[in-house]
């Protein structure tokens, strides 16, 4: 428990935790108290002279005297007038200061009502321009394609660079110049480097920095219908809000969970959305045999005569669907047919993780746990590529505390440029063990780069020197064994270690050699959390419900038993090798598949039916952490389009198979999977269901000043549309409702009287920068067991031995064009790597191949053609292909492969 | 009358070799402090003397070397910095110390990072001082040469490195924690405090900051004693003060005088006062960022304590005089576009006022002020003021500022009524 102390604020009396700042304290208190240079989780600096309070010694001193909030600890007895007019007279004055540059271009920037410097402007009663003098501009740059840039709106408040350089360690991005001149941006105009760069939209309080894909297709805050939602680019499951008008999609802006991604989304979760509005979408059902879109009615009624009862169906699911999608698949299917849809090696995988995390004594940890783990051993996992949002976690928990640093020096933790000066290189402990070189290692302890089989090989090691009865790895090089003797030292003195491992490098016994770590720390009564990265946003929970990969679907149809096959949002030619998906098809009579998309596996399809894009319909997803999350339909799509759930169960309806489901709602489904299988019998429990009400009313997903209602089809009909009803959720697709704070869950967007930017999320928290007021949303569906009597894994793999003439290829990630989704949307089409395969030059060498120069490959007799990348870390024997990028979907890595370049040359 | 500082120096202007240095008795302080005294011993012996320091802000030295973690629980390594940075406009004592007798600075430093147990010290030298800069790295090696620098310097357990580190040249990197961030390679923003650069400094570690003038003292203290410092001076401060006067004076230039000294007697006995057919009208005493002083106060003595009586401060101790034919208006905003220009942009009162103070000086002084604008002048000599700004830079650059507005009163509303400068064109710059 935090101490407490008794504060006086206008002469009455509060109590807040000893030591905040005040300007902490005061807004957790509900005050208002303007600001631009502090940040909820960037802390105090100091700059801007903002947030300016007057202080007192004690109840006799009348003068006081002004002190920055941000900067001054609130102790026993402070003293402070948020209200003296001297010091709102200064306050006045920082704003106009600001405004003697500020070009006043609200009408066409892009931030206008959503401006945090509007909101503080009027919240201190600027409005007259004395200085009348020439404004300075500077010149923009590009910066890419998700980041627009427009300096001379800029107050230099400094907040982008400390999210960009100190923050998300980006080195491509800084402060220029001096005095008034003082620039953002780049030393040369580029495309910024950084993954995280698309939160200086939000981080940046004026319109500097803006998204540029919002940009092409414009609105205002204000017309834009939101709801909570959750993004589907990775296994993290961060919480987003996208935004919608007249049928497009906007943007998706952050959506604050103090659990999982706090303040901020990666670039691929932020930019990813456009594969919504892609040309790409299956908008209506469609059949081979017509060429047109054919109506509703008849595809339903042909698809009754596919799925009649007796006929032979199977059901292939999917890791990007929502849970209720592919529940409803495998109720229509039975669970005898269904397929989870994943490759054999994922299936593997997931299976795996999910054993570790529900038996084992280990925790599964959130993304604000990773954050502020005090030792971490990343075994096996490009988290910046495969789970960006983890990697600035763990970049996070690199920092040390003032604590750490020298109590003596007393630095309060949100002195920021006070903890970083005192505590310079010095960082917590990180150890980066993966095949090929990330980029996490800028941060890390020690790296160590090896082939899958000897990253297991020193996982394992570190478990056996942390407790013997995991198993002993033979034949350890020395230098190894004292590597691993050094990691497991620090992970036994760490508080809260944690083990970062996931399905990257394509190894059960890298996972099995994680988890033994985290479990022998355990048993050494360490709170060990684990930390799996997954592939796809629902892959854990998919894991959850069935099993059976493609290629068990495979060979079911093989065996010959299948008249019909029903695949769910998911591309088969991803999953598997081309020549086994086409002769799959081959073989199979008719293939239905229900997809937004059109992709490879829909093309070969009978009958296509067009499923909600996350943001057209509801649904839960499991995170990797194990964390079922709701995520709300944002706007009605094209008539045709419905969530795939609602697909199927008129399917069942209409083919009259037994067990008929009477699923009116989310409600409905959402409780019989609950009922049915175990591991979800609680994932209802925080959810809210879709009768709730709040003083009768709904909750709105239009905002108070939505505008144009009575005009916006107004070219169609002059009689306002009643708006849709939403059978799922208590939100309305109106603006009429409850205005004020709903259920954390339900937030549809932060605004706050006074507060119309993103910054209006203070007022949604229960304490600045804690969680949601009430509680983060989310259910886990795990705990560990305490007690787990479950035993190490004891298969510790051989050493790897490269081959000669062959390498051994394993995955490399990119976080824009590894993940199918997000690829689709132009601006990650854009910034994705073409296929290419990373040698060590040494190995190149020996292949007689240089970098630039395409070489042939073949694996598993199938020949690749590709250019060639120095990637000077590799172990020797080892290579590596891009995941999932054009021409390399469907091979399942890692696998060996023979260079045919030599007798060439 | 004794002047330890500069006595000994050569009157060709060339630096003493260390040959000439030593001959002089340099180094004894340094090599007594360093094997025979203890490090608190030194900071007692500073404190006794009560040298204050010479850099601007006037805290005592020895104080300031108390608060760094001394022993072996102390962070290491600790760092001792010379702030040889010397940009206030009007000041150049330091330079001329530096280029006249380079080891007495050296001396000093290795006594004062002695008494901190510091392992490495830097020089911060300005970037334009390019003979100091030879001169210093000439010294610096003769030091080495003979392990006054480096390994257990005197035969004794102690180590010191040094390094002159010539700066790229801002104002702000004379402010000491501005210095460090510039030092470590960042941008010369300040730091806030706490917590001090003696417990977080250079690279988070305890690190003292202290000046040319101050350091020179410290081998004299140490060799003829606290008693005999404080007995140079005419006032309760210790020692000799480096005095300088620029401005239309007889013979501008540097003296080495009793701390205490008035201000007559600096203008008119030593710069033989004002240049024929000028009149003196007032005089910033200490630099650009001091308030201006009139007629009424040339009898203040020049030290801490009297100057701040008067309304002003002892700052760098080296005075602008302004005569009859110097526009007011036109010197203050040419102080005023020197502060806005140097400002570093972190704070926004600053950042944003100093030029809007700039372009309304330059505005009235070209007949285009306006009513209104004294009373904006005013609003900003507040809220730029201390505490509402990050440093010390924007309440220094308002210093002269608000003095002017109330000594030249008169002159600022005649530019504003009569819409033009009334010294004509000679008025316009500070000479
Ligand atoms: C804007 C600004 C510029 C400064 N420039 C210098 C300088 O050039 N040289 C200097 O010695 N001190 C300068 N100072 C004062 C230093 O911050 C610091 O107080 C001084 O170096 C301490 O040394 P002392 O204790 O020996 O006086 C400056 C202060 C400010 C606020
Ligand atoms: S660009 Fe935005 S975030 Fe960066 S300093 Fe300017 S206003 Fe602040
Ligand atoms: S880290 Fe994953 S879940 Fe989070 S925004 Fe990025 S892609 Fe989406
Ligand atoms: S007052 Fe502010 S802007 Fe000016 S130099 Fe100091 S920190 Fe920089
Ligand atoms: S918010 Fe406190 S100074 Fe900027």
């Given at each position: 428990?935090?101490?407490m102390?008794?504060?006086?604020?206008?002469?009455?009396?509060y109590?807040?935790?000893?030591?905040?700042?005040?300007?902490?304290?005061?807004?957790?208190?509900?005050?208002?108290?303007?600001?631009?240079?502090?940040?909820?989780?960037?802390?105090?600096?100091?700059?801007?002279?903002?947030c300016?309070?007057?202080?007192?010694?004690?109840e006799?001193?009348?003068?006081?005297?002004?002190?920055?909030?941000?900067?001054?600890?609130?102790?026993?007895?402070?003293?402070?007038?948020?209200?003296?007019?001297?010091?709102r007279?200064?306050?006045?004055?920082?704003?106009?200061?600001?405004?003697t540059?500020?070009?006043?271009?609200?009408?066409?920037?892009?931030?206008?009502?959503?401006?945090?410097l509007?909101?503080?402007?009027?919240?201190?009663?600027?409005?007259?321009?004395?200085?009348?003098?020439?404004?300075?501009?500077?010149?923009?740059?590009y910066?890419?394609?998700?980041?627009?840039?427009?300096?001379?709106?800029?107050?230099?408040?400094?907040?982008?660079?400390?999210?960009?350089?100190?923050?998300?360690?980006?080195?491509?991005?800084?402060?220029?110049?001096?005095?008034?001149?003082?620039?953002?941006?780049?030393?040369?105009?580029?495309a910024?480097?950084?993954?995280?760069?698309?939160?200086l939209?939000?981080?940046?309080?004026?319109g500097?920095?803006?998204?540029?894909?919002?940009?092409?297709h414009?609105?205002?805050?204000w017309?834009?219908?939101t709801?909570?939602?959750v993004?589907?680019?990775?296994g993290?499951?961060?919480?987003?809000?996208?935004g919608?008008?007249?049928?497009?999609?906007?943007?998706?802006?952050?959506?604050?969970?103090?659990?999982?991604n706090g303040?901020?989304?990666?670039?691929?979760?932020?930019?990813?959305?456009?594969?919504?509005?892609?040309?790409?979408?299956?908008?209506?059902?469609?059949?081979?045999?017509?060429?047109?879109?054919?109506?509703?009615?008849?595809?339903?009624?042909?698809?009754s005569?596919?799925?009649?009862?007796?006929?032979?169906?199977?059901?292939?699911?999917?890791?990007?669907?929502?849970?209720?999608?592919n529940?409803?698949?495998?109720?229509?299917?039975?669970?005898?047919?269904?397929?989870?849809?994943?490759?054999?090696?994922d299936?593997r995988?997931?299976?795996?993780?999910?054993m570790?995390?529900?038996?084992?004594?280990?925790?599964?940890?959130?993304?604000?746990?990773?954050?502020?783990?005090?030792?971490?051993?990343?075994?096996?996992?490009?988290?910046?590529?495969?789970?960006?949002?983890?990697?600035?976690?763990?970049?996070?928990?690199?920092?040390l505390?003032?604590?750490?640093?020298?109590?003596?020096?007393?630095?309060?933790?949100?002195d920021?440029?006070a903890?970083r000066?005192?505590?310079?290189?010095?960082?917590?402990?990180?150890?980066?063990?993966?095949?090929?070189r990330?980029?996490?290692?800028?941060?890390?302890?020690?790296?160590?780069?090896?082939?899958?089989?000897?990253?297991?090989?020193?996982?394992?090691?570190?478990?056996?020197?942390?407790?013997?009865?995991?198993?002993?790895?033979?034949g350890?090089?020395k230098?190894?064994?004292?590597?691993?003797?050094?990691?497991?030292?620090?992970?036994?003195?760490?508080?809260?270690?944690l083990?970062?491992s996931?399905?990257?490098?394509?190894?059960?016994?890298?996972?099995?050699?994680?988890?033994?770590?985290?479990?022998?720390?355990?048993?050494?009564?360490?709170?060990?959390?684990?930390?799996f990265?997954?592939?796809?946003?629902?892959?854990?929970?998919?894991?959850?419900?069935?099993?059976?990969?493609?290629?068990?679907?495979?060979?079911?149809?093989?065996?010959?038993?299948?008249?019909?096959a029903?695949?769910?949002?998911?591309d088969?030619?991803?999953?598997?090798?081309?020549?086994?998906?086409?002769?799959?098809?081959?073989?199979?009579?008719?293939?239905?598949?229900?997809d937004?998309?059109?992709?490879?596996?829909?093309?070969?399809?009978?009958?296509?039916v067009p499923?909600?894009?996350?943001a057209?319909?509801?649904?839960?997803?499991?995170?990797?952490e194990g964390?079922?999350?709701?995520?709300?339909?944002?706007f009605?799509?094209?008539?045709?389009i419905?969530?795939?759930?609602?697909w199927?169960?008129?399917?069942?309806?209409?083919?009259?198979?037994p067990?008929?489901?009477?699923w009116?709602?989310?409600?409905?489904?959402v409780?019989?999977?609950?009922?049915?299988?175990k591991?979800?019998?609680?994932?209802?429990?925080?959810?809210?269901?879709?009768?709730y009400?709040?003083?009768?009313?709904?909750?709105?997903?239009?905002?108070?000043r939505?505008?144009?209602?009575?005009?916006?089809?107004?070219?169609?009909?002059?009689?306002?549309?009643?708006?849709?009803?939403?059978?799922?959720?208590?939100?309305?697709f109106?603006?009429?409702?409850?205005?004020?704070?709903?259920?954390?869950g339900?937030?549809?967007?932060?605004?706050?009287?006074?507060?119309?930017?993103?910054?209006a999320?203070?007022?949604?928290?229960?304490?600045?920068?804690?969680?949601?007021?009430?509680?983060?949303?989310?259910?886990r569906?795990?705990?560990?067991?305490?007690?787990?009597?479950?035993?190490?894994f004891?298969?510790?793999?051989g050493?790897f031995?490269?081959?000669?003439?062959?390498?051994?290829?394993?995955?490399?990630?990119?976080?824009?064009?590894?993940?199918?989704?997000?690829?689709?949307?132009?601006?990650?089409?854009?910034?994705?790597p073409?296929p290419?395969?990373?040698?060590?030059?040494?190995?190149?060498?020996?292949?007689?191949?240089s970098?630039?120069?395409?070489?042939?490959?073949?694996?598993?007799?199938?020949?690749?053609?590709?250019?060639?990348?120095?990637?000077?870390?590799?172990?020797?024997?080892?290579?590596?292909l891009?995941?999932g990028?054009?021409?390399?979907?469907?091979l399942?890595?890692?696998?060996w492969?023979?260079?045919?370049?030599?007798?060439?040359? | 009358?004794?002047?330890?500082?500069?006595?000994?120096?050569?009157?060709?202007?060339?630096?003493?070799?260390?040959?000439?240095?030593?001959?002089?008795?340099?180094?004894?302080?340094?090599?007594?402090?360093?094997?025979?005294m203890?490090?608190?011993?030194?900071?007692?012996?500073?404190?006794?003397?009560n040298?204050?320091?010479?850099g601007?802000?006037?805290?005592?030295?020895g104080?300031?070397?108390?608060?760094?973690?001394?022993g072996?629980?102390?962070?290491?390594?600790?760092?001792?910095?010379?702030?040889?940075?010397?940009?206030?406009?009007?000041?150049?004592?330091?330079?001329?110390?530096?280029?006249?007798?380079?080891?007495?600075?050296?001396?000093?430093?290795?006594?004062?990072?002695?008494?901190?147990?510091?392992?490495?010290?830097?020089?911060?030298?300005r970037?334009?001082?390019?003979?100091?800069?030879?001169?210093?790295?000439?010294?610096?090696?003769?030091?080495?040469?003979?392990?006054?620098?480096?390994?257990?310097?005197?035969?004794?357990?102690?180590?010191?490195?040094?390094r002159?580190?010539?700066?790229?040249?801002?104002?702000?990197?004379?402010e000491?924690?501005?210095?460090?961030?510039s030092?470590?390679?960042?941008?010369?923003?300040?730091r806030?405090?706490?917590?001090?650069?003696?417990?977080?400094?250079?690279?988070?570690k305890?690190?003292?900051?202290?000046?040319?003038?101050?350091?020179?003292?410290v081998?004299?203290?140490?060799?003829?004693?606290?008693?005999?410092?404080?007995?140079?001076?005419?006032?309760q401060?210790?020692?000799?003060k480096?005095?300088?006067?620029?401005?239309?004076?007889?013979?501008?230039?540097?003296?080495?005088?009793?701390?205490?000294?008035?201000i007559?007697?600096?203008?008119?006995?030593?710069?033989?006062?004002m240049?024929?057919?000028?009149?003196f009208?007032?005089?910033?005493?200490?630099?650009?960022?001091?308030?201006?002083?009139?007629?009424?106060?040339?009898?203040?003595?020049?030290?801490f304590d009297?100057?701040?009586?008067?309304?002003s401060?002892?700052?760098?101790?080296t005075?602008?005089?302004i005569?009859?034919?110097?526009?007011?208006?036109?010197?203050?905003?040419?102080?005023?576009?020197?502060?806005?220009r140097?400002?570093?942009?972190?704070?926004?009162?600053?950042?944003?006022?100093?030029?809007?103070?700039?372009?309304?000086?330059h505005?009235?002084?070209n007949?285009?002020?306006?009513?209104e604008?004294?009373?904006i002048?005013?609003?900003?000599?507040?809220?730029l003021w201390?505490?509402?700004?990050?440093?010390?830079?924007?309440?220094?650059?308002?210093?002269?500022?608000?003095s002017?507005?109330?000594?030249?009163?008169?002159?600022?509303?005649?530019?504003?009524?009569?819409?033009?400068?009334?010294?004509?064109?000679?008025?316009?710059?500070?000479?």
């Open positions: 428990m935090a101490k102390a008794t504060i006086y604020i206008d002469n009455k009396p109590t807040v935790k000893e030591g905040d700042n005040l300007l902490h304290a005061c807004l957790s208190l509900g005050f208002d108290i303007p600001y631009f240079c502090w940040h909820p989780a960037m802390h105090s600096v100091g700059a801007c002279r903002q300016a309070v007057k202080q007192f010694k004690d006799n001193d009348t003068l006081g005297r002004i002190v920055m909030s941000c900067m001054t600890p609130a102790v026993e007895g402070t003293r402070i007038s948020i209200d003296d007019e001297e010091v007279a200064f306050r006045k004055s920082i704003i106009e200061f600001l405004m540059n500020h070009p006043h271009d609200c009408p066409v920037c892009d931030e206008g009502g959503e401006c945090h509007q909101d503080m402007t009027v919240m201190t009663g600027h409005s007259y321009r004395r200085f009348r003098f020439k404004k300075r501009t500077y010149r923009n740059q910066l890419g394609p998700f980041v627009n840039h427009e300096m001379n709106r800029c107050i230099q408040c400094y907040r982008c660079v400390r999210f960009y350089r100190d923050y998300a360690g980006g080195r491509d991005f800084g402060a220029f110049a001096s005095h008034h001149h003082v620039y953002f941006g780049r030393h040369k105009e580029g910024l480097e950084n993954e995280f760069s698309g939160n939209v939000e981080i940046c309080p004026t500097v920095f803006t998204d540029k894909t919002f940009k092409r414009y609105t205002r805050k017309d834009l219908q709801a909570p939602s993004c589907v680019h990775c993290l499951g961060c919480n987003t809000i996208p919608e008008r007249y049928g497009l999609l906007r943007r998706i802006q952050n959506r604050y969970n103090g659990a999982v303040y901020f989304l990666c670039d691929r979760g932020r930019f990813g959305y456009e594969f919504v509005n892609a040309e790409r979408r299956i908008r209506q059902p469609l059949m081979k045999r017509s060429s047109l879109p054919v109506p509703r009615e008849e595809v339903m009624q042909h698809l005569r596919l799925i009649y009862f007796g006929a032979r169906v199977i059901g292939i699911g999917s890791p990007r669907a929502s849970l209720e999608g529940f409803a698949l495998r109720s229509l299917v039975g669970e005898d047919h269904f397929y989870t849809g994943v490759s054999a090696m299936a995988l997931l299976e795996k993780i999910i570790v995390l529900a038996k084992g004594p280990a925790r599964s940890s959130s993304l604000a746990e990773a954050g502020a783990a005090d030792a971490v051993f990343v075994l096996g996992e490009d988290v910046t590529n495969s789970a960006p949002l983890l990697a600035l976690s763990l970049r996070q928990s690199v920092r505390k003032p604590m750490e640093i020298d109590k003596r020096l007393h630095i309060p933790e949100w920021d440029s903890v000066n005192a505590a310079q290189q010095e960082k917590r402990p990180l150890f980066v063990a993966t095949p090929y990330t980029k996490l290692e800028e941060v890390s302890t020690q790296a160590y780069h090896a082939a899958p089989d000897d990253l297991a090989r020193l996982g394992f090691a570190v478990a056996h020197e942390l407790d013997n009865r995991s198993p002993a790895v033979k350890l090089p230098k190894l064994h004292t590597l691993a003797e050094g990691i497991a030292r620090v992970l036994s003195q760490a508080e809260h270690p083990i970062v996931g399905t990257g490098c394509g190894s059960e016994a890298v996972l099995e050699s994680a988890a033994n770590v985290a479990w022998a720390l355990c048993r050494k009564n360490r709170s060990a959390d684990l930390c990265a997954v592939p796809e946003c629902n892959s854990l929970g998919l894991a959850l419900m069935g099993e059976g990969s493609v290629s068990d679907a495979f060979k079911a149809v093989h065996d010959g038993a299948v008249d019909t029903i695949i769910l949002e998911n088969l030619y991803l999953r598997a090798e081309t020549e086994d998906v086409n002769s799959f098809f081959d073989k199979v009579r008719n293939v239905i598949v229900i937004h998309s059109v992709t490879g596996t829909a093309s070969k399809a009978d009958v296509v499923a909600a894009a996350f057209e319909g509801d649904g839960t997803l499991v995170n990797n964390r079922a999350q709701r995520f709300y339909q944002v009605v799509p094209d008539r045709d419905e969530e795939s759930w609602r199927l169960r008129d399917i069942m309806a209409a083919s009259g198979r067990g008929l489901k009477h009116t709602g989310l409600d409905d489904i409780q019989a999977m609950s009922n049915s299988i591991a979800f019998k609680n994932i209802a429990e925080s959810n809210v269901p879709a009768g009400r709040i003083t009768g009313q709904h909750i709105p997903r239009q905002p108070h939505y505008s144009g209602r009575t005009a916006m089809h107004a070219n169609i009909s002059v009689v306002e549309p009643k708006p849709p009803e939403d059978k799922d959720s208590p939100l309305s109106s603006m009429e409702g409850f205005s004020g704070q709903p259920p954390a339900l937030i549809p967007r932060f605004w706050a009287p006074g507060w119309n930017s993103v910054q999320l203070n007022k949604f928290q229960s304490e600045v920068g804690g969680p949601l007021t009430g509680g983060d949303p989310g259910q569906l795990f705990e560990p067991v305490q007690e787990s009597t479950v035993s190490y004891d298969e510790v793999p050493a031995s490269p081959r000669e003439n062959e390498l051994l290829l394993v995955r490399v990630y990119h976080i824009f064009g590894s993940e199918e989704l997000s690829a689709m949307s132009p601006c990650i089409a854009e910034s994705a073409g290419y395969i990373g040698l060590k030059p040494e190995d190149a060498e020996l292949f007689q191949v970098e630039g120069r395409d070489v042939r490959i073949s694996i598993n007799d199938k020949e690749y053609s590709l250019p060639v990348k120095y990637l000077p870390e590799l172990p020797s024997g080892v290579g590596v891009p995941a990028l054009r021409g390399l979907e469907g399942e890595l890692p696998a492969g023979r260079i045919n370049n030599q007798a060439k040359g | 009358m004794e002047r330890p500082l500069t006595g000994s120096m050569r009157p060709d202007g060339l630096p003493l070799s260390i040959k000439d240095y030593e001959d002089k008795g340099g180094y004894q302080a340094a090599r007594k402090a360093v094997t025979g203890s490090p608190k011993e030194v900071q007692d012996l500073a404190k006794d003397a040298l204050r320091g010479r601007g802000a006037g805290f005592n030295t104080m300031k070397w108390s608060f760094v973690p001394m072996d629980s102390a962070p290491r390594p600790k760092y001792f910095v010379v702030n040889a940075d010397e940009m206030e406009p009007g000041t150049f004592k330091d330079r001329m110390l530096m280029e006249g007798n380079p080891h007495q600075l050296i001396e000093g430093t290795i006594i004062a990072a002695y008494a901190i147990e510091a392992d490495i010290s830097y020089i911060f030298l970037g334009e001082y390019k003979i100091c800069e030879k001169r210093l790295a000439a010294a610096i090696a003769e030091a080495y040469s003979r392990h006054y620098l480096g390994k257990k310097i005197f035969g004794s357990g102690y180590n010191l490195e040094m002159l580190h010539t700066s790229a040249g801002r104002y702000i990197c004379g000491e924690t501005a210095l460090l961030n030092l470590e390679g960042k941008r010369a923003i300040p806030a405090r706490p917590p001090f650069p003696q417990v977080s400094g250079l690279w988070g305890p690190t003292v900051v202290n000046n040319v003038e101050t350091l020179c003292n081998p004299h203290i140490i060799n003829n004693g606290a008693e005999w410092y404080k007995g140079l001076s005419r006032s401060y210790g020692g000799t480096i005095y300088g006067v620029s401005g239309r004076v007889k013979t501008p230039g540097l003296w080495e005088l009793p701390m205490g000294t008035t007559r007697e600096i203008i008119w006995e030593h710069a033989r006062g240049r024929e057919g000028y009149q009208r007032s005089v910033i005493p200490g630099g650009a960022s001091t308030e201006f002083l009139t007629e009424e106060h040339l009898d203040v003595q020049m030290d009297s100057m701040q009586k008067a309304g401060r002892l700052g760098t101790g005075m602008i005089v005569d009859d034919h110097t526009c007011p208006v036109g010197a203050v905003h040419n102080l005023e576009q020197f502060f806005a140097e400002s570093c942009g972190w704070c926004t009162p600053c950042r944003e006022g100093l030029p809007w103070i700039a372009n309304i000086l505005a009235i002084e007949g285009q002020g306006r009513p604008d004294l009373e002048l005013a609003q900003h000599t507040d809220s201390l505490n509402k700004t990050f440093c010390a830079l924007a309440p220094g650059a308002m210093e002269p500022l608000r002017a507005l109330q000594i030249f009163r008169e002159d600022f509303i005649r530019h504003i009524k009569e819409g033009k400068c009334t010294y004509g064109k000679n008025g316009n710059n500070l000479h």
